[in-house]
């Protein structure tokens, strides 16, 4: 698998650079899909951070409201009257025995009458929030404490010890005078519970300080180190000390903060440690991250095979074309190992090789048949002069022993000869004829009262350039395939005539004809645009010179005679512009 991504990744084809450049896309896109959902993650967790550090704040704050209304209900039941206060500080200051003795006294008078220290185990009974109780009286030395475990409460030396817990402390007033002060502490685990419920979030701090510098109230997540809670508390009692004040400015910079004074007696400060939310984020995306990697991974991994799959293909051919260009014709590609496109495309160059090999063995073969063409035209050469000077000095000879008519066929034959040898590829239509009808006149010495002939031109058609040899192959086609020389009838006819524009050559004869099937046959030749190596090779090579000679306007057709025989029809316009 590695040595696949290796190969692929360091080779320089289009292929590898396409998947160079597809997997650089892929995991850019994934990276910055995984980037942004990041940020969104962190944004929002800030978000509820903040939101979760004003929810601490805000219950923290309903807590000295809440107990406040409290405090004032348990006021009111210990020293919300003189004669509450007279049992207060009769239980203070009276030795055991004499405040029985008073406490005897006054139910006699009034029934409802209760004792303080049923009054206390009274307040903890109903008030299950309330944790303790502790009450001084001015001029008296010694202070009253109560607390949960002990109900029954304590009269003790010196002045109140409150421990770190949240204490309301109230004034004893009476005539306003102030009596004294009674301190109410209160449970903390509601409000912990409250607080530690609060959110997902971990790292929160709460602290609730008095208007005396006291603090009332801590609350540290038990995530947080307990180094981060040191410095806290460490730097809150300094500045407490120092100016009586709360620095929250020094919390800024680790820490989201919520700060409010209640009522000028509470401040209450509550932070959150940002690390708290980076980690809270990891956690959160952290199976998004796993999960992209995987993604990435996957994708890489279905693109290398593919990619592979299709360089290997892609390969296979470049080594057949590699091989058919150093001149092995005879390799071809797998068409079963490709697929899609490089199917088609080996099927294609296959057929290419295949067709290559082909046209390389017929040009060997022709140019074996041009060479031994060749070496016949040399055997047979000589010099032309020296035929012509013979045939005329045969026909001279002739005629000065009075054989006309030797001499006639001697010159008609020498006339064909240097019609043969000539070089140009142009005659007019006049010399063509001129030149058949000495063939034919051949063909009526070899076999007299047996053929005859006819030829007509019409006066304007003599100059007309045509391609040499035009006719003389349909005049030899008759004589050789057409022709019955067993019979005397046998004719053959040409006609060369103008109508307006249009020249119209009829070769026509009474010979053997061709048969219909034959004939369609042959017509379809005819409309194969390139000379194609048929039997009737004479009138497929007519019929492309005069084509490509005339142009569009040139056409040849071929019917039978109805009393026998075959008609060739040739027909072109005379003025158009010609390709000699």
Not at 26 to 42: D, E, K, P, Q
Request: charged share 25%.
């Amino acid at each position: 698998m590695i040595n696949q991504f290796k190969v692929l990744f360091s080779t320089g084809t289009l292929l590898n650079r396409l998947l160079r450049k597809y997997a650089l896309i892929l995991v850019s896109l994934i990276t910055i899909a995984m980037i942004g959902i990041s940020v969104n993650t962190y944004i929002q967790n800030q978000n509820l951070a903040v939101a979760a550090t004003k929810d601490a704040l805000q219950n923290t704050m309903r807590m000295p409201s809440d107990r406040t209304t409290l405090n004032r209900l348990i006021k009111d039941q210990l020293v919300g009257s003189p004669e509450k206060i007279k049992n207060v500080t009769s239980y203070l200051t009276l030795s055991i025995s004499n405040y029985l003795m008073f406490v005897y006294d006054h139910q006699n008078e009034s029934p409802d009458f209760v004792s303080f220290s049923d009054q206390i185990k009274g307040i903890y009974a109903e008030y299950s929030d309330v944790s303790s109780i502790y009450i001084t009286m001015k001029d008296f030395p010694d202070y009253y404490q109560s607390t949960a475990e002990d109900k029954g409460g304590k009269i003790r030396k010196g002045t109140p010890q409150l421990d770190n817990g949240f204490y309301i402390k109230s004034s004893i007033l009476h005539n306003s005078m102030e009596w004294g002060s009674i301190f109410i502490g209160f449970e903390k685990e509601g409000l912990e519970n409250s607080l530690s419920t609060l959110s997902s979030f971990d790292g929160l701090s709460v602290y609730m300080i008095s208007s005396t510098n006291n603090r009332l109230y801590t609350y540290h997540d038990e995530k947080l180190p307990k180094k981060s809670t040191d410095w806290q508390e460490k730097t809150i009692t300094q500045s407490l000390e120092k100016n009586s004040s709360v620095p929250v400015s020094q919390f800024y910079d680790e820490y989201l903060v919520e700060y409010q004074q209640l009522n000028g007696e509470y401040r209450i400060l509550a932070t959150l440690d940002k690390r708290m939310i980076l980690r809270k984020t990891a956690r959160d995306i952290f199976f998004l991250v796993l999960g992209a990697l995987l993604l990435d991974g996957i994708l890489l991994y279905t693109l290398s095979r593919t990619f592979t799959k299709y360089s290997n293909q892609l390969t296979m051919v470049m080594d057949t074309m590699e091989k058919a260009s150093e001149g092995d014709l005879d390799v071809r590609i797998e068409t079963d190992k490709t697929e899609y496109e490089l199917k088609e495309l080996s099927e294609g160059i296959n057929h290419m090789l295949k067709s290559i090999n082909r046209y390389v063995e017929d040009i060997y073969k022709l140019e074996i048949k041009q060479q031994d063409a060749h070496m016949r035209a040399l055997q047979s050469q000589i010099n032309p002069h020296f035929l012509y000077n013979t045939l005329e000095y045969i026909r001279m000879y002739a005629i000065s022993e009075g054989s006309e008519e030797l001499a006639e066929v001697v010159y008609a034959f020498s006339a064909l000869l240097r019609n043969n040898t000539n070089q140009e590829k142009t005659t007019n239509l006049k010399a063509e004829l001129d030149f058949c009808e000495k063939y034919v006149y051949l063909y009526q010495m070899r076999y007299p009262k047996r053929i005859a002939y006819h030829f007509t031109i019409d006066k304007q058609l003599e100059n007309l350039q045509v391609p040499k040899f035009i006719i003389q192959p349909l005049v030899e086609n008759y004589f050789v395939h057409g022709i019955d020389f067993t019979r005397t009838d046998n004719a053959i006819s040409i006609k060369a005539s103008q109508k307006e524009n249009l020249v119209q050559i009829l070769i026509r004869d009474n010979g053997k004809g061709i048969s219909e099937e034959k004939l369609v046959e042959i017509e379809k030749r005819l409309s194969y645009p390139k000379i194609q190596m048929y039997q009737s090779i004479g009138l497929q090579n007519v019929n492309e010179r005069l084509r490509a000679y005339f142009g569009s306007s040139y056409k040849m057709t071929l019917s039978n005679n109805s009393d026998g025989g075959l008609t060739i029809q040739i027909s072109f316009e005379k003025d158009v512009e010609t390709n000699v």
